[in-house]
């Protein structure tokens, strides 16, 4: 805590920033090289669908999280949240089947109530951290075992099985395409777009950089802090919702290891785009490139023999460590 | 009384041609220095003189540019972050450097804890504690916690801890700001016991009456320069003055425009009662500039934060242009056109890592939308353009962080920022604070064009002068309440003194 700010800080500053700016792009060029060099097929249309569609899960809820570490939070109950949302999707449309049948009507409203539980228990988790004035470290890691034993509550140990009809009706909603474009992408880019719009351009998006820069300036400032903060865990929850509205439909179950570990790599991704942990600053298309970044990781290590594809969540808790370590060194002033 | 004269005394710190630059802005240039062994020598001078430069150099936290210091007699390049202390020159801070959490005696031995057989000898440690704060004269626990002292006792702490790694040089960076008067009184007494001991002390103060009465000699600083060091006894106030400001001041307030008595009541405040005050009252009239005197800590700020809802009130009405309001945040009282600037810009004032725009508009990001939703950034900038040239914000460009800028510029852009949603009560906390005096004067004449305008103004400041040199009414405030109101010829230092030391006994009239 010395201060010696002014010092030699403004030239080796503007090329960190420049660098801080372009990092996470250039980490995915060297990857995609990497790929192309290890496979002939790496770069080929469908693969690279194939690794946007399968990070769209991922995408979608770090999107959600970039909001929430933007405003100095946190949610860690993200993955066990996806978990259990899917599992009651599950349990409400086979539960609807036998009234509704299993066509849109019963899929639509699990879809909906997917969305809307998800919605909540982002709420709860944002009204504990603003009116039960609790860290969002304590209040999201509580959540988190809580959704994940609801998860293994619910499917008695084993596992949620979505009623066959059902899932040939339901299952477009991630196998097909929309123009030539596999609908989980779309869904994911859309997100992405609005999220952005949402983060640069609204009142929204600043406000949240401001409660994360420094929520007394922001209470100072005439900004309704407390519902501001909870609206980033709302949002984190419904997004959290929509993911696991597009997980159901691919695998079909959902039992006590759905979604392990996605706050890891959801966090892991929003870092990697240059979201500042401590808040203040944030942008949803660092976080789109984090994301596939993670997921490129993964297919190159499917992609060789050197190094075992098992150790994939090891690779994401370093990246996660040193994309800090970088920001770390970034910031030069306190 | 220490024999400080006489060239018999040799110094025991000094600073020989120091010169300072912060990458290529100079902040010191060429100072001389020194401090004999039982010698009290004050620092004074203007914010941005660089006094704390100074004491930070002869502490070892900043190394000179250029120029040497000489301890005891050889010459030394001190080390670093404190390890000075190791050689006995202590510095404390004018925020303490105190764990929070820990016990006094876990303070005054933090980082050479006594030991026996490896175990914290915890005993020995207590008594230790306890021996050396009965010979200080402190009387403060040694097993209390830091959290439960009061600011003073923390400060004899922080003394405590010096003298106990024999400290022969203890510099201490205004440390009456802080205290009241009786708490002052026992740093003084503790100083003077320090001093008989031999050991030198420096010490910074913006409080000249102290300075005179405490220091054998008094340095004045002035823009990085050494204007002289001289003995405390052939100091007036005067003198000082001019050796501090160094320049004619007779014009650095604008002309006081007769205040209006028959101007509508814009905010009328009765008995009001929350954390920090007591039973305030006080009126507010249209185009009135109210100055709020009082020492640090009188519960002037905390008034400003009740009335605009940032604190709640527990008694007590408030009305603005006659009706009664209840704001529960600073959006309701900005509605109701009552704006509060805050005295911490860093702290909660501006957003210190991000650039000048969104700071301006951040209290008003609803001018600047389109279809409801979409900030426009094109009208932010058009918005700032404006507040450029209004307030004469000087900033390298837009993007540069508002951190970056000078207290000043700062100070300025809050301004702006305040003003943006156009209010018609402003309630400035400490608008001066930690800036030079040609900015001073820009807010000044500010200040004094709003109210002309019939803004209604509140001016909380703890320099008197400038309480004195704009305000039309002054309201002075001691531990919570408000003991007295003046106007017109009754606005003298002498008036304001005595209500807030409470010499003038009576209760609000």
Redesign the interface.
């Known amino acids: 805590m010395t201060t010696t700010a002014g010092e030699t800080v403004q030239p080796a500053r503007r090329v960190r920033i420049r660098l801080g700016a372009l990092g996470p792009l250039v980490a995915l060029l060297l990857l995609m090289v990497l790929g192309a060099i290890l496979n002939d097929h790496f770069l080929s249309v469908t693969n690279m669908a194939n690794i946007v569609a399968r990070a769209s899960f991922i995408g979608i809820i770090a999107i959600g999280a970039t909001f929430v570490i933007t405003s100095g939070g946190i949610d860690l109950s993200v993955g066990s949240m996806s978990a259990f949302t899917a599992g009651m999707i599950i349990i409400i449309v086979n539960s609807l089947v036998p009234s509704l049948g299993p066509g849109w009507g019963a899929v639509g409203i699990g879809i909906l109530a997917g969305l809307a539980i998800g919605a909540l228990g982002g709420a709860a988790n944002g009204i504990l951290v603003t009116a039960g004035r609790i860290e969002p470290f304590i209040v999201t890691l509580g959540s988190l075992g809580i959704f994940r034993a609801l998860i293994t509550f619910l499917a008695n140990g084993g596992t949620l099985n979505l009623n066959f009809q059902a899932s040939d009706t339901y299952s477009p909603l991630y196998s097909g395409n929309l123009l030539w474009i596999p609908v989980p992408i779309i869904i994911f880019a859309g997100v992405a777009i609005v999220a952005e719009i949402a983060m640069r351009r609204t009142t929204f998006g600043r406000h949240i950089a401001a409660i994360g820069s420094n929520e007394q300036v922001a209470r100072y400032s005439a900004i309704k802090v407390d519902r501001v903060r909870l609206m980033t865990y709302m949002l984190q929850g419904l997004l959290v919702g929509l993911a696991a509205v597009l997980y159901v439909p691919k695998f079909g179950s959902a039992n006590s290891s759905t979604a392990v570990l996605w706050e890891l790599q959801a966090i892991a991704a929003v870092i990697i785009g240059g979201t500042t942990l401590r808040g203040g600053f944030g942008r949803i298309w660092g976080t789109v490139v984090g994301v596939i970044i993670l997921e490129l990781i993964g297919n190159i290590l499917n992609l060789q023999s050197f190094i075992s594809p098992y150790l994939n969540q090891a690779f994401q808790g370093a990246i996660i460590i040193i994309a800090v370590l970088l920001q770390r060194s970034r910031k030069t002033t306190t | 009384m220490s024999t400080s004269d006489g060239p018999a005394i040799r110094p025991i710190l000094s600073a020989n041609r120091i010169s300072k630059s912060?990458?290529e802005?100079p902040v010191l240039f060429s100072v001389d220095f020194d401090v004999r062994p039982g010698e009290v020598h004050a620092i004074i001078g203007e914010n941005g003189a660089g006094k704390s430069t100074l004491i930070k150099i002869l502490s070892g936290?900043?190394q000179p540019t250029s120029g040497t210091i000489t301890y005891d007699g050889k010459a030394v390049s001190l080390p670093?972050?404190g390890e000075a202390e190791g050689m006995g020159i202590v510095l404390i801070h004018q925020e303490f450097n105190l764990a929070e959490h820990l016990t006094v005696t876990d303070s005054i031995f933090l980082g050479r804890e006594i030991r026996s057989f490896g175990f914290l000898d915890v005993r020995r440690m207590r008594d230790e504690a306890k021996s050396l704060l009965d010979t200080l004269h402190v009387h403060v626990a040694p097993n209390a916690r830091i959290d439960t002292l009061s600011v003073a006792d923390k400060q004899m702490v922080e003394i405590a801890k010096a003298i106990s790694r024999d400290a022969r040089v203890l510099i201490m960076d205004e440390p009456t700001a802080v205290l009241s008067v009786g708490e002052t009184q026992t740093l003084f007494e503790q100083i003077r016991r320090l001093t008989a001991r031999g050991v030198a002390i420096i010490f910074i103060s913006h409080k000249l009456d102290e300075v005179m009465h405490l220091a054998d000699r008094v340095t004045v600083l002035r823009d990085g320069q050494l204007i002289a060091t001289v003995e405390a006894s052939a100091l007036t106030p005067d003198s000082a003055a001019q050796m501090m400001v160094g320049r004619e001041l007779s014009n650095l307030y604008p002309p006081k425009r007769e205040p209006d008595v028959d101007a509508p009541r814009v905010l009328a405040v009765r008995n009001l009662t929350a954390p920090g005050i007591t039973d305030v009252s006080f009126e507010l009239r249209k185009g009135e500039i109210l100055g709020f005197a009082g020492l640090v800590g009188s519960g002037r700020t905390a008034v400003a934060e009740a009335v605009v809802g940032?604190t709640y009130r527990s008694a007590g009405e408030i009305e603005v242009n006659g009706r009664p309001v209840h704001f529960a945040?600073?959006?309701q009282?900005?509605k109701a056109g009552l704006a509060?600037m805050?005295k911490?810009r860093k702290?909660?004032?501006?957003?210190?890592?991000?650039g000048l725009r969104?700071n301006l508009t951040?209290?008003t990001?609803?001018h600047h939308?389109r279809a409801g939703?979409?900030?426009d950034t094109a009208s932010e900038t058009k918005a700032l353009d404006r507040a450029v040239r209004r307030f004469d914000i000087r900033a390298r460009d837009a993007s540069v962080k508002v951190?970056q800028l000078s207290g000043g510029n700062q100070q300025k852009l809050m301004l702006g920022?305040t003003m943006e949603?156009e209010p018609e009560i402003i309630i400035m906390d400490e608008p001066t604070r930690g800036i030079d005096v040609g900015t001073k004067q820009q807010i000044y004449h500010i200040i004094a064009a709003l109210a002309a305008e019939g803004k209604s103004i509140i001016l909380i400041s703890s320099e008197l002068q400038e309480v004195i040199g704009l305000s039309h009414r002054v309201v002075v405030m001691r531990l919570g309440r408000i003991v007295g109101e003046l106007e017109g010829d009754e606005i003298t230092e002498e008036q304001i003194v005595r209500h807030q030391m409470g010499i003038q006994g009576k209760a609000a009239a």
């Not at chain 2, 004032?349 to 991000?354: A, F, P, Q």
């Open positions: 912060f990458g802005i936290f900043e670093p972050n940032l945040n600073v959006a009282a900005l509060y805050t911490d702290g909660k004032g501006l957003l210190v890592n991000m969104p951040l209290l990001l609803e939308l939703v979409f900030v951190g920022k949603s």
